[in-house]
């Protein structure tokens, strides 16, 4: 654990991002006890521009409501979207691509030309297709969120399997009769943790600006305050009220870049010898 | 002084030397051409055939009736000079001017106006046609005169006049032909101010000044460009840049509307939309839920900052209505029960009624930021005062079908009453207009039996003193069993260029007038 965060802090991005992170996340868990009002509430005169009066330092959006608020419930929002999407694309991801590197054959086949078949749609369009059809809600948007995004995993879980079903510690446990279950299980999937760990990290990053622009373009859960769904409420203002788009889209900015250099971060940590030289 | 501040100085700068000018020289200058946004592309331009709002707004121009309406809707002359009705109100006899021509020269007589009445227009409007089931009988008496003969009084008679809702449609050119498929379709033929003279799809409809006009020295412009911009930002920039002049009520986004108005040489206004009257509300579902509790529809009224919505969204325009009719609309009754914003009466009623907590469904009109913010704001009114709200994305497919399927609690809307309780207001509040599949009718589920007496009662009166008594009875009713939650008298602002003069001159607004305009440059 000592050598891991060694690593880790060796990239002085990752910490600086890890650092970002946490006050998200900190910004997030806080949101309650920083802003008790809901963030929909009309608190203040449309159109106040931020700095000018105590206590709304963000200012107020089109109809009086705290941008201040808005940020920190909409933390919640594009974290809790950004995990649960990316557990869910995980666990798809992560079993079919198990079943296929290790049974391969027909099996293989069959699970890849269905894996091709979700990779060969654009993300993006799928993704506001299915969230169309469901009917905008947390619950479509994650599950859309996690159906455009678990391909790339199948892919990278079923190359380790192919890679390590060959090896003599896989045979042995043939060998000594272990349970096909088992071995998945206990011998092949935690060898393969490493770099799917970093892929999540980065799922989480392009979860929350999937739903961001989901949001944006009003496909969001009109019953939840989200950082794209304050940018495109702005954005027909957005000659007048500069404040309204700018202050949601660094907070994506910011969280979306301290995913990223997490997950290099990781990537450095989890895979020494793969680690660029130099730093 | 910021950027802002002066702007708006400039503005009322020029509005000052604007109305000093005025002063000065108040003869109209000839000459001149008027761009104007038209969004979006009407599908055609045959106004008896097309009853959609971008192609009235155009045709408008084009075409004729016998009246026009003043903002106050009394009636004006155009087609029919003078007219009678006997004394029981059943037959209305109209004078029409002698020197009408058509745009291809021949001369309009009373047999195209019974042409357009019996033949054309009771096939292809179905608004129209409504008002027609009160009709006995239409005939030309000579050329230049028309009478119109009632099986009984109808109140609202003289206000089916107007232009959209009865274009006088050439009787040479459709007579005995398919009208939908008339190859003239492609080039319409009207009496009035302005020539069609091209359209090229996707850019701009090109209308010339008709140099036989039957009023004198009228139109004082020479031309109309209207010009299609499918984007609300490019319509603005349009304005900004000088390429259009007018920019039609809902032709750009209303969070634009305070930015535009504040540029120089520029005028806003809310008038030239009180023939339509249109009105915004909340259907409210009267069937079941907590709604169905006449308390918990109460509740939801003194729940809702009105004014404020019209200040934060509709930038100050339209007005808080007290009830069904919408006070630019005849036999508005103002004295009846008020529902002011006052969320602690409505946890008062909310508690009465005994409301646990259940959840309402909300749908928004999905037309855009406007009425999403709107139904936002809505939302956060209820919830403080109790409500349990939950808003339901659609779009306009889910909308129009969860509507027409009464699948919802409550729901956004707004339609136009056309200035008579008879033809706007009646609809949706009588229990015979209850139906499926629908989103025009009484989708709420309202039922009271004298409401429906009234209805009937009021639209036969006679005279006006007599339906006057009747709708405000009815009005006292509806606003006290609160079937749906009425939330502004719309006025969608007109933004143009305050050198532009006489534009809205009417209860219709840009939709006739062009006839009138003139450009002090």
Redesign the interface.
Known sequence: MRDFWKRFARNKGAVIGLGILIAVVLLAALAPLLYPD?P???VQR?FLPPMEMDGFWFGTD???RDIGAGLAHGARISLLVGIVSTLVALSIGVTLGALAGYYGGLLDDALMRFTEFFQTIPNFALAIVLV?IF??SITSIVMAIAIVSWPPVARLVRGEFLSLRSREFVQASVVIGQSNARIILTQVLPNTLSPVIVMASLMVATAILLESSLSFL??G???HMSWGYMIG?AR??L??AWWMSFFPGIAILLTVLALNLVGEGLNDALNPRLARKGR | MTKGQRAIALAMAAAVTAAAGSALAEEPKRGGTANVVIQPEPPGLIMGLWQNAPTQMVAGNIYESLLKYDQELNPLPSLATEWEVNDDGTVYTFHLKDNVLWHDGEPMTADDVVFSVTDFLAETHPRLRVSLEHVENVEALDDHTVQFTLKQPFGPFMGIFEVGSMPITPKHIYEGTNFQDNPANNHPIGTGPFKFAEWERGSHIHLVRNEDYHVEGLPYLDEVYWHVIPD??SRAVAYENGDVDVLPGGSV?N??V??LSELPNTCITGGGWEYFSPMAWMWLNNREGPLADKRVRQAVLYSIDRE?ARD??WNGLGEVPTGPVSSKVRFYEPDVPRYDYDPDKARELLEEAGYDGEEIRML?LPYG?TW??W???V??NM??AGFNV??????VG?WNQRLGDWDYDMAFTYLYQYGDPALGVTRNYISSNIAKGSQWNNVQGYEDERVDELADEGAVAFPDEKRQEIYSEMQKIIVEDAPIAWLLEIEFPTIYRCDMKDLIQTAIGVNDGFGDAWLDR
Do not use: C, K, Y
């Open positions: 809901s929909w509430r009309m449309p089109t109809l009086g169309a009917q905008p009003g496909l859960d009109p019953n409420a027909t203002v000659r007048q | 609300g930002a986004e969070f634009d305070a930015r404020f934060a969204i928004p930021e999403q913010r139904a936002e704001a939302r956060q919830q403080e939950s808003m339901e994305a659609t779009d889910g």
